[in-house]
């Protein structure tokens, strides 16, 4: 990476596609590899452990898995930050019952609408872990959203990972 492409990073900050570490952490591989899985997210800083599989193993602190073990960790869907809690939320929500996207918004705590509607909503859909219950009118002011059976899945997967 060019100082230049590293400066524009640093002044954009952190966000889906863009997350700083200063070492390893526990979390470390669990971390790179939701970041890998969305849509071209980089990591920046530790760049001697980003991308070695060393580096991976080693975050796991010890545990007992060897260094081929990281493909084991649950893939998470592109176009979406499924390791965010807002995601989760929003998933957990509609998998109680049908949900306006409002409700969902208040679930995520996201304040900004716009924001909402196409980071988190749109992806969702698009990656099916979400559905519309009135599909053929996606602006009814009827509209609710409920989980899929993908949604009910990641969740599943989340509550193992939860676990360990």
């Known amino acids: 990476m060019k100082a230049a492409d590293l400066d524009i990073l640093l002044q954009e900050g952190e966000g889906v596609m863009l997350e700083y570490k200063e070492g390893l952490s526990s979390s ?11 849509a071209g997210g980089q990591t920046a800083g530790a760049p001697e452990l980003v991308g070695t599989k060393s580096a991976l193993s080693q975050a796991h602190d010890g545990a007992h898995e060897t ?15 499924a390791s965010t809690p807002q995601v989760l939320a929003i998933l957990k ?12 918004q208040i ?10 509607r196409k980071e988190y909503l749109e992806a969702l859909l698009s990656a099916e872990l979400l559905e519309r219950t009135i599909p053929d009118k996606p602006r009814s002011p009827k509209q609710r959203y409920r989980t899929t059976a993908g949604g009910r899945s990641v969740l599943e997967n ?3 990972e939860s676990h360990l």
């Open 93 to 104: 929500a509609a998998a109680s019952g049908e949900k306006t996207r409002e409700e969902l």
């Open 28 to 38: 470390f591989a669990r971390e790179l590899v939701a970041l890998a899985n969305t």
């Open 158 to 160: 989340s509550d193992k």
């Open 67 to 81: 260094e081929d073990s990281t493909a084991s960790v649950p893939q998470v869907p592109r176009k979406y930050p």
């Open 107 to 116: 679930v995520a705590e996201i304040k900004d609408r716009e924001h909402f």
